[in-house]
């Protein structure tokens, strides 16, 4: 299955718990900080995402949302 991702940079608050959560390795933390100060997440490996919600489960900031292709 195709999935996406989309990551609310303001939201987020950098703490990485998608990054571990992910299991394919698509979210990296990104170069640059958000106004907030943190280096956000970002998807960096996008074609790799399955849709599989690991990472939207894990976010306490409900900074991530998930697209799935049928
Ligand atoms: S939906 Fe699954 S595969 Fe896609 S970024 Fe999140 S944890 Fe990784
Ligand atoms: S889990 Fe949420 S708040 Fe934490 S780095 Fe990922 S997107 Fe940002």
Do not use: H
């Not at 195709?2 to 992910?22: N, P, Q, S, V």
């Not at 933390?29 to 399955?50: H, I, L, Q, Y």
């Amino acid at each position: 299955m195709k999935g996406m991702i989309t990551i609310d940079k303001e939201l987020c608050k950098g703490c990485t718990y998608c990054i571990g959560a992910c299991p394919f390795g698509v979210i990296a933390v990104d170069e640059r900080f958000n106004k907030k100060g943190f280096f956000a997440a970002s998807p960096a490996n996008p074609d790799k995402c399955t849709g599989c919600c690991m990472c939207a489960r894990m976010c306490p900031e409900v900074a991530i949302e998930v697209y799935r292709e049928e």
